[in-house]
C-alpha cells in the first residue's frame, strides 16, 4: 500500500509541474526554449553605426561655380599623346630588314601611326614623322640574345 502512495504523490507531482509548466509556455517558453523580447535587444543591421551620417542628408555648403561666357574662355592647346610603340622583334637579311612593332611586320619605308620606318639596325628601329626622328630600342630579354649578322664580301 505504502508503494501505491508513492506513485500515486509522484503522478500528483508531476501533473501538478506540468499546469506550471502551461503557464510559462504561454508566456515565456516557446517550444523548451526562453522566449525574449526581440525587438529591443536587436538593431538594424543596415544602419550606420553612430556618429556616421549620409553625405545625402547633410547640408554641405557648395562652392560657388563662376560661370563664363564664351568670350571669356581661351582656347586650350592640347598636345598630343605620343602612342608608345613596342619593338618585339628583329629580323635581318642579305636582302631584306624587318621588324615586329605592335603586331605589325614592317620593313623601311613603311609606316605606322603616321611615322615613316627610316632604319632598322640590330637592336633598334629608328622612326621619322617630318623633320622628327625617334628610336625604338629592342626590349631587353633575361635571357641573352646574340645577333649575327652574315656579311658576304663579293
Not at 504561454?26 to 523580447?37: D, G, L, P, S
Amino acid at each position: 500500500m505504502m508503494v501505491y502512495k508513492k506513485i500515486i504523490l509522484g503522478l500528483i507531482s508531476a501533473l501538478l509541474f506540468l499546469f506550471s509548466l502551461n503557464n510559462f509556455n504561454e508566456e515565456n517558453f516557446v517550444n523548451a526554449q526562453i522566449k525574449r523580447n526581440f525587438s529591443s535587444s536587436l538593431r538594424d543591421p543596415f544602419a550606420l553605426p553612430s556618429g556616421i551620417r549620409h553625405l545625402s542628408k547633410e547640408t554641405v555648403p557648395q562652392k560657388e561655380k563662376k560661370i563664363e561666357s564664351i568670350s571669356e574662355l581661351k582656347p586650350q592647346t592640347i598636345k598630343p599623346q605620343e602612342i608608345p610603340l613596342k619593338l618585339k622583334a628583329i629580323l635581318i637579311s642579305e636582302h631584306i630588314r624587318l621588324a615586329s612593332i605592335d603586331q605589325k611586320v614592317l620593313t623601311i619605308g613603311d609606316e605606322i601611326n603616321g611615322e615613316k620606318v627610316i632604319d632598322i639596325q640590330s637592336d633598334r628601329v629608328i622612326l621619322g614623322k617630318g623633320e622628327k626622328r625617334r628610336t625604338i630600342l629592342l626590349d631587353q630579354n633575361p635571357l641573352k640574345i646574340t645577333v649575327e649578322q652574315n656579311i658576304k664580301h663579293k
